[in-house]
């Protein structure tokens, strides 16, 4: 019996090795080439629009606007904002729901490779893979990937399909205030419309146009370069 049990036990290490090399060889290709599908892509239920468009073909607010709604600290962090951790998990500790703290490496990974949900297994994996998005990828490839395959409506992922949907032309000519209007549907992007804004989202894109202008035009600039 203690046999079968190291053997069953070499087994799922042997299967696990395999899986995570696997991973890695997956992450590595993906550093180089436009990501086809996620897997938050492959679980909608709707109609799926995504078109690639690279980091260098975007005006520079875009990433901007993201950045200033989403993710404030990415430049500094190394893939998980310890800070707003931690207040996250006093509101799940206080009886609230295990909501925000995800960095835009965390968001990435979840889209990339997990399922929709906020249990702490889902959250300890995609911290895990965050980390390891950070180490393979860099900052400037988990943004490129996140602005193309981020969702910003029912089916619609990445700005370039979002800006052809919602603004009928190429996110290449989107102004900065259309970038900000972009930005405030990720937390809820499939209640939310840029051309039908509530009083609360209209006060919304205004904060994250005030964040972007302190933040300043060349905030990213380490990054885009």
């Not at 090399?21 to 679980?43: D, E, G, K």
């Not at 979840?110 to 995609?126: A, C, F, Q, T």
């Not at 006060?203 to 994250?208: D, L, N």
Request: proline share 6%.
């Amino acid at each position: 019996m203690a046999k079968r049990r190291r053997g069953i036990g070499g087994w799922v290490w042997a299967l696990a090795w395999r899986c995570l090399v696997f991973l890695l060889l997956l992450l590595l290709a993906l550093r180089f080439v436009p990501v086809p599908t996620t897997a938050f892509m492959l679980q909608s239920p709707y109609p799926v629009s995504q078109h690639w468009l690279p980091l260098d073909e975007l005006p520079k607010w875009v990433p901007l606007a993201v950045v200033a709604s989403e993710d404030q600290r990415f430049v500094s962090h190394w893939g998980i904002d310890v800070t707003e951790l931690g207040n996250a998990l006093e509101r799940f500790d206080d009886g609230g729901g295990l909501r925000g703290a995800s960095t835009l490496s965390q968001q990435t990974a979840k889209n990339l490779l997990l399922w929709p949900g906020r249990s702490l297994v889902r959250k300890g994996l995609e911290a895990v893979l965050a980390v390891t998005l950070e180490g393979v990828w860099g900052k400037r490839r988990i943004l490129e990937v996140y602005l193309n395959v981020a969702e910003f409506g029912k089916g619609i992922y990445g700005v370039e399909a979002a800006s052809r949907h919602y603004f009928g032309k190429s996110a290449r000519y989107l102004t900065a205030g259309e970038a900000a209007r972009l930005a405030v549907l990720l937390p809820s992007p499939r209640t939310r419309n840029p051309n039908a804004l509530t009083p609360y989202l209209r006060q919304r894109v205004a904060w994250v146009e005030r964040q972007m202008r302190q933040l300043g035009s060349n905030y990213l600039d380490p990054l885009l370069q």
